[in-house]
């Protein structure tokens, strides 16, 4: 059996760290994703639990 050259597992190891390095410097960059309807007022805790749309609509699949 051929031993495999240093010179390709030092490329994998590089490319490898090359390419967790960009996703944290992409994942870093980003603004944080705001979400339509929701601000920091309207997001308080003591407004509790609401029934939406989307509530209802998520209960009717769980339905056994």
Known sequence: ???KSKSRRN???TAGAGTA??????VAGRKQA???GVTAESSNEKD???????????????EV
Request: charged share 15%; no cysteine.
């Open 1 to 3: 059996m051929k031993p």
């Open 11 to 13: 490329f994998l190891l």
């Open 21 to 26: 390095g960009a996703a944290v410097a992409v």
């Open 34 to 36: 705001e979400v339509p």
């Open 48 to 62: 509790g639990y609401r029934v939406t749309e989307h509530i209802l609509t998520y209960y009717k699949t769980t």
